[in-house]
């Protein structure tokens, strides 16, 4: 048609007189005879592909390739020849060719999935890509929806950006598919040996589908965080998983801070910390940020258990002197921790004043400055509650009713803190 036509506009329009408007003449006549053919094309039960060709066709390749042709655009763009199809048509076959489209990348990332979690439970290794553990499925993923929005946009962008809409639902409910089967894979698969390796390649999984998620597709941010939640708790679950053998390996020697009545605390810690240092390595073949999240994760377990170990109210010291030791070794203790965390990648600045300002506590005797301790302590951390602080004042042997009801009562002050945005003392059970 566009070579017809061009050759009526070169060879036939300057054998003819202006008025024949001999460019028109040919023009209309195929347009009539190409939107009739078409409308009766319309009217057939269409498969899939002849659907998306007559819309690519009518609303692209027509329109853009032969209307508006550098050698045709003059002639023809003041006929108003307009669309080949009627606009009910036209919605029709778009409403068609989106559900489709939508269906077909549900079902091949129905499938993707299904490919993969049989390379799990077969116990294949996952690839090694710069040193980390690999996985194609958030590749694969992305590049399914990527060449359905594509598919769209060669027709119209109108209905590329319809379908991007419909295909970040189809994403939301594969996320949660996703981490449902990744779920099933972790209580089911852990006696294989590539268990951990393909724990870890579906951690760094989530990097893929939030990258692609925020750079390609531009989500915007509230869609993006209902994308990410399940991918959080994948993540999340996975991390549980990874570091649940060295927590138990850490739980006697946490005891050993209360069966020895705090007798040797310096030497306890550092086998605490040589048992986290000999267990590092593990986590290497996760992403950079995820290994830091992992890090953090070990840097509050080391926090937390070790506040809930000056929480059992075993230990009363009776005077100022037996108080200022334990501060002492507490801020020493706190030291290590903090520098080992933090060399190893722990971003968790936010965990440094939890183990100092308890060991001021301990250390302080006048019932006013405590106060003001635990009230600075409160905005770092607003979970921290009676319960906690009484199990920290059990210590002090030598504080009267009157004073440990008195230093309570600062939590009593509404001072506007809102809720943490971390949480350190809701993880922690105070009898």
């Known amino acids: 048609m566009k070579e017809d036509l061009e050759a009526v ?6 054998l003819f007189p202006a008025e024949f408007g001999v460019v028109a003449t040919y023009a209309e006549s195929y347009h009539r005879h190409f939107a009739d053919q078409l409308a009766a094309m319309a009217q057939f039960e269409l498969c899939d592909r002849d659907t998306y060709m007559l819309l690519v066709w009518v609303q692209n390749l027509y329109p853009n390739d032969i209307i508006k042709s550098p050698k045709l655009a003059g002639e023809l763009q003041g006929l108003g020849l307009g669309s080949l199809l ?19 990348a549900r079902e091949l990332m129905a499938r993707a999935l299904e490919l993969e979690s ?25 590049q399914i929806l990527s060449q359905s929005q594509a598919k769209a946009e060669s027709i119209t962008l109108d209905l590329g950006a319809q379908i991007k809409q419909l295909l970040l639902v189809e994403l939301a409910t594969f996320l949660r598919s996703y981490q449902h089967t990744f779920n099933d894979f972790l209580e089911r698969c852990r006696q ?28 915007p941010q509230d869609p993006l965080s209902l994308l990410l939640g399940p991918l959080s708790e994948l993540k999340s679950h996975g991390f549980d998983v990874l570091l649940q053998s060295l927590f138990m390996d850490l739980k006697p020697l946490f005891k050993r801070f209360t069966q020895t009545r705090w007798a040797a605390p310096t030497e306890t810690l550092e086998e605490i910390i040589a048992t986290v240092g000999g267990r590092l390595p593990e986590f290497s073949e996760l992403q950079d940020c995820f290994r830091e999240e992992l890090m953090e994760a ?19 010291l009776k005077t100022p002197e037996q108080q200022q030791q334990l501060a002492r070794h507490v801020l020493a203790n706190a030291d290590v921790i903090q520098c080992f965390c933090i060399q190893h990648g722990s971003p968790a600045t936010w965990l440094q004043p939890a183990l100092p300002t308890l060991a001021e506590i301990i250390r302080l005797q006048d019932p006013s ?43 009593d002050v509404n001072t506007g803190v809102q809720e943490p945005s971390r949480s350190l003392f809701a993880l922690i059970k105070v009898g």
Not at 192 to 218: D, K, P
Not at 376 to 384: G, H
Request: aromatic share 6%.
């Open 118 to 142: 049989q390379r799990w439970a077969q116990d294949v290794a996952p690839q090694r890509l710069d040193g980390h553990c690999h996985s194609e499925l958030a590749i694969d993923i992305i």
């Open 9 to 14: 506009v070169e060879r036939l329009k300057p």
């Open 86 to 104: 009627s606009t009910r048509q036209i919605r029709l076959l778009e409403a068609t060719f989106l559900s489709n489209e939508v269906a077909s």
């Open 369 to 411: 400055a405590i106060k003001i301790e635990v009230a600075t302590y409160t905005t770092c951390y607003p979970d921290f509650s009676k319960g906690h602080l009484s199990a920290i004042l059990a210590i002090k042997g030598n504080l009267s009713s009157s004073d440990v009801r008195s230093i309570r009562s600062i939590l």
């Open 298 to 316: 070990v840097h509050l377990h080391l926090v937390k258990e070790y506040i809930i170990r000056l929480s059992k109210r075993r230990l009363v």
């Open 192 to 219: 294989l040996r590539n268990f951990r390796a393909n724990v870890i390649a579906n951690i760094n999984n989530c990097l893929s589908f939030r990258t692609s998620m925020e750079q390609r597709w531009q989500v």
